[in-house]
T-cell receptor, first 116, second 109 residues
Framework: GAVVSQHPSWVICKSGTSVKIECRSL??????MFWYRQFPKQSLMLMAT?????????EQGVEKDKFLINHASLTLSTLTVTSAHPEDSSFYIC????????????FGPGTRLTVL | GQNIDQPTEMTATEGAIVQINCTYQ??????LFWYQQHAGEAPTFLSYNVLDGLEEKGRFSSFLSRSKGYSYLLLKELQMKDSASYLC??????????WGAGTKLIIKP
């Protein structure tokens, strides 16, 4: 149990385009989902915390107008990178916290974004 | 502030035992996780400690001392597939995971 999927696994896009990444909890309901970014050889960096039905809470330094997060249901959250630029190329990982368990976060497999 | 301190890199031999130490400072504390992360992949859960003491799970064990802000992950009977980064991540008062850069473990034959 407790499986989180992400789609797509990897994406290559041109500079200036927008990319949407989906994160789904497959066998549990997730009232909270987290979006992370990880550059090579660096630690995971929390971008935002997403609660179902409410606006996401962004970490300091993360542009909310550039990284649009929608958490419309208990099993789906989306991250849209708008007007992507090469510096946005990174590994984006989502995690989900089960609604009745505030502790463990279950991670998706990640999405590798390359902006040309 | 919040801080995680782990060695950057460790090397061990196949079949041996290795201990990866972690010290932390967080705003509040709701337990500590250890994750394994292979290159290019997302982290996978290894263990969770919320009380002081040792938790054993197969070849992996994790220890916590809340008063010292200290934890370690012990890996026994090392296998080549254990080559990965190991992330110590305490949970703060807001139930957010605090991440360090992790420890890259290199296993040699």
């Amino acid at each position: 149990g407790a499986v989180v999927s992400q789609h797509p696994s990897w994406v290559i896009c041109k500079s200036g385009t927008s990319v949407k990444i989906e994160c789904r909890s497959l066998d549990f309901q997730a009232t909270t989902m987290f979006w992370y970014r990880q550059f090579p050889k660096q630690s995971l960096m929390l971008m935002a915390t997403s609660n179902e039905g409410s606006k996401a809470t962004y970490e300091q330094g993360v542009e909310k107008d550039k990284f649009l997060i929608n958490h419309a249901s208990l099993t789906l959250s989306t991250l849209t990178v708008t007007s992507a630029h090469p510096e946005d190329s990174s590994f984006y990982i989502c995690s989900a916290r089960e609604s009745l368990d505030y502790n463990e976060q279950f991670f998706g497999p990640g999405t590798r974004l390359t902006v040309l | 502030g919040q801080n995680i301190d782990q060695p950057t890199e460790m090397t061990a031999t196949e079949g041996a035992i290795v201990q990866i130490n972690c010290t932390y400072q967080t705003s509040g504390f709701n337990g500590l996780f250890w994750y394994q992360q292979h290159a290019g992949e997302a982290p996978t859960f290894l263990s969770y400690n919320v009380l002081d003491g040792l938790e054993e799970k197969g070849r992996f064990s994790s220890f916590l001392s809340r008063s010292k802000g200290y934890s370690y992950l012990l890996l026994k009977e090392l296998q080549m597939k254990d080559s990965a980064s190991y992330l110590c991540a305490p949970l703060d008062s807001n139930y957010q995971l605090i991440w360090g850069a992790g420890t890259k473990l290199i296993i040699k034959p």
